[in-house]
């Protein structure tokens, strides 16, 4: 995000007046870098937010204001939802090939909602060295689910690594926490934790109750690995979402792959 100030510039010294002095010039330009200084810590401290900052203060226009049962196809499995293919035209992390293609079912009435670009990853692909948010559907009685990219970087010094390589579940959940809640991480929130295995890839499943998260209290995730990148899916609602869609929102869960 770029930040523009206004510099009033001083007026031409006549010829009938002497310059300024150094020591005047640089008392008076003085006020104006330290100005400047301010601006730059305080974009700098905004850049470092930015991963929550998209949690805590999703923005309303949407990415399609139109129901996903209008345009995406019915699931092969179970045709009361909908089935999302991630493509490289969806997100520039899938682009830049950062991301395998993803999918994942959504009942026919949720809608997509736009994520802002900077939050997106656009800003930093081929080379980003924090999460991001790929994609994000949500229906305002049910909840929302989102897909969160981070460089394996991140987690582990091998290139490549599975995610079992990375680590334990417990371990894989205390280093993304923060970005299934949308602000911090507390071990007793997991409730319940599982692994599951489909084809050659393996996923690390997590129920969390989380009563002052961001995102809602009740929170489902789903985390594996695959070339350079941990893709992460997160299921949120709140206590009235969740004792209507609970079911529907494990059924998103399971549906996750990569």
Not at 3 to 11: A, E, K, R
Not at 57 to 72: D, M, T
Not at 153 to 165: A, C, G, H, V
Not at 169 to 175: G, L, T
Request: with cysteine; proline share 9%.
């Amino acid at each position: 995000m770029a930040t523009s100030s206004t510099v009033t510039l001083s007026p031409v010294f006549s010829a009938s007046k002497s310059p300024p002095k150094a020591t005047e010039r640089a008392a008076s330009a003085f006020p104006q870098k330290q100005n400047q200084l301010s601006l730059r810590r305080e974009f700098l401290k905004g850049l470092s937010l930015l991963p929550l900052l998209e949690l805590k203060q999703p923005l309303p226009s949407a990415a399609k204001e139109i129901e996903v049962g209008s345009y995406l196809p019915p699931s092969p499995s179970d045709p009361s939802f909908v089935l999302f293919k991630a493509s490289p035209r969806d997100t520039p992390a899938l682009r830049a090939g950062n991301v395998q293609p993803y999918q994942f079912i959504l009942p026919p009435t949720w809608k997509q909602t736009r994520v802002a670009n900077i939050l997106s990853g656009n800003y930093c692909q081929p080379k980003c060295a924090e999460p991001w948010v790929e994609v994000k559907f949500e229906d305002e009685k049910q909840g929302k689910v989102q897909v969160v990219a981070s460089p394996l970087i991140r987690l582990t010094n091998k290139p490549n690594s599975s995610i079992e390589q990375i680590g334990s579940p417990e371990k894989v959940i205390a280093s993304l926490g923060p970005f299934v809640t949308g602000n911090t991480y507390d071990p007793d929130e997991l409730i319940e934790m599982s692994v599951e295995k489909l084809g050659d890839q393996t996923y690390y499943k997590y129920v969390l109750e989380t009563p002052f998260a961001l995102t809602g209290s009740h929170n489902l995730a789903k985390a594996t690995a695959k070339g350079n990148t941990v893709v992460l899916f997160v299921a949120s609602a709140n206590d009235k979402q969740w004792q209507a869609s609970q079911k529907t929102l494990k059924a998103m869960l399971d549906s996750f792959q990569v």
